[in-house]
């Protein structure tokens, strides 16, 4: 039941995290080089709150593998979401 509790915490800070990023108008890489404008940030907002209801329901009914087969791929969608604006510019040279 550990897994759905580490997996609660985290999507409910993505959530957070996304929905914050999605209310500011974001620089030049995220927004047009990136493609992480509001709508794509408020995307993975909703995606992070529907995992934490799932994994809220899977440490309800005491489901130890639901939570650890939805961690693993929550793990995956959190990790394309942080790498998605954390890249940083690129020289137009390359």
Do not use: C, K
Request: net charge positive; aromatic share 14%.
């Amino acid at each position: 039941m550990v897994w759905s509790l580490v997996g609660l915490t985290l999507a409910l800070a993505v959530a957070a995290t996304a929905w914050r990023r999605g209310r500011v108008a974001g620089g030049f890489y995220d927004r047009d080089v990136y493609g992480m404008n509001a709508v794509a940030h408020r995307r993975y907002a909703i995606v992070s709150v529907s995992f934490a209801a799932y994994f809220a329901a899977a440490y309800g009914l005491r489901l130890e593998s639901a939570g650890v087969i939805g961690l693993a791929l929550y793990a995956l969608i959190a990790i394309l979401y942080a790498t998605s604006f954390l890249q940083g510019a690129h020289d137009p040279d390359e």
